[in-house]
Every structure is written in C-alpha cells, then in structure tokens.
C-alpha cells in the first residue's frame, strides 16, 4: 500500500478517537509530508473542517501547488475539490469512493488526475461510520 | 444598498485594518446574520481563511442550508462555491466580479441563484488591494 495513504487513515483514526468523522488527509511535495489533517466537524464545531481542508489548513501558506498532491481516506466533496481546483492541485489519491462518490467528475474535468486506492480499510472504516452515526454524516455532506 | 452587503463590506474592511485581504461574507437565514467573516490568510497564515469559508465556520453547525443566502463582496472561487455547492446554499449575492470572475459558471451550472450587485465600493477596494498587493492576492486565488 501507498505509505502517504497509511498515513492518511492514521488521520482518520485519530478523528475517531476524538469522537470525529473518520476521515483523514495528508499533502505531499516531493516525497515529503507537509500537511495533515482530519475532520474536526464534531470536535470543533466547524462545517468546514473537513479533513481536506484542514490537512490545506496546517500545510500553510505553502505558495504554488502544482508539484503538490493530496491524498484522503475518501473521494473529495465539492468543498474540498473547490481547494483542489482553485490551488492549482494537480493529484489527487483517495483511499475510496465507494461509501461517498464525492466530486470525482468536477475534478477530473477540470482535468485533476485521481487515482481511487478501492482500499478495504476505507471502505469498512467509512462504512461503519455511517451505520452508527448516519446523522453527523448526512450533515457533513449537506445532505 | 442591500443592508447585507453593507455588512460584507464592514467585515472587508475590518480585514483590511489586520492587514489583510479586503473581502468580507456574511450567511444569511430568515432575514438575520447568523454567520460573517473576512479573509484572513495573511492575519492566520491560513490558506483556506477565505471570508466565505471563515463566514460558515462562524456560522457553526447550522444543520440545513437551503433557506440561507450567503453575500460576499467578491465572487467567490472554486473553494467558497464548493461549499455553496456542497451545503445547498441556494442564494449568493455578491458586491462583484470585476475585478475577480470566480467560479460564477459552476455556481450557475448546479442550479445556485447568483446575483451581482456591480457595488462601485466593492470594485474600487479590491483594484486598490491588488494594485498595492498583487502577490497577495495572487497566491489568495492560486495563480
């Protein structure tokens, strides 16, 4: 498996020990990590601390991104594909899309590579999720 | 003038004495401000601190958008309109796009109401930011 990806659902884990929504984010340069992050919507009260955006969040004001690329546990919502798009992200790998299809075709027509990893530890962490907490989830996506 | 955006306004400028970017937002439900912001990359060093993302963040866990209207003075980018797009927000009303065209052709394309109030305010204080600012505000919109 992809090491950064590990990395990732380690993100996602700690969220759960939090009390959060497993998901977790890491930003890469150069085979590098500069950037992690988890959701904190139930630990920080705050819609917008999707795992995404706050890996972006604690990367910094990092300058060009177009040599960067984000990995998440789950395929980006159109929040977090928006900071894809506008930032000029290149890459995209995500851990799994099958309990959340995400904005997979807003990115890739704004011509944003995404490579699904159809992980199992994914699937079944998000899955599990879901079924106890339906709620927060529907919440997290608007929906 | 729209009250609301008269409020958006106040928020940008507020940025503007931190020393930061002048673009404001405020949510709107039912007639009240229950949420408002101003971009503050540079106070926070916080990339996704755009006003409409700090706006929502103020906002707190609102639980349905579909009757909220958001007002920023700028049109927004990828990021803010993926999160109209995402929560369901079904109104934006923004002081302009001159001076920045943002994402108005997604918004549009996912059914988002989008008026432009060509606020002569909302225009000069932008083209002055970038006039003396243009690093700033280009690394603000990933470009």
Not at 54 to 79: F, I, K, Q, W
Not at 90 to 112: C, H, P, Q, R, Y
Request: aromatic letters at 6%; a negative charge; charged letters at 25%.
């Amino acid at each position: 498996m992809d090491n950064f990806l590990l990395v990732a659902i380690e993100e996602a884990k700690l969220g759960l020990e939090e009390g959060g929504i497993p998901i977790g984010s890491v930003l890469v340069r150069s085979g590098s990590i500069i950037g992690r992050g988890h959701n904190r919507r139930v630990q920080h009260g705050d819609p917008m601390a999707h795992a995404e955006i706050e890996c972006l969040r604690d990367a910094g004001r990092v300058g060009n991104y177009s040599d960067t690329v984000l990995y998440s546990t789950l395929m980006p919502c159109h929040l977090c594909a928006g900071a894809v798009v506008q930032f000029g992200i290149k890459s995209v790998i995500v851990g799994e899309s099958v309990t959340f299809g995400g904005a997979v075709d807003f990115m890739l027509d704004n011509g944003i590579s995404v490579k699904d990893m159809k992980d199992a530890e994914c699937i079944a962490m998000m899955e599990r999720y879901i079924k106890e907490h339906p709620e927060i989830w529907n919440e997290d996506i608007g929906s």
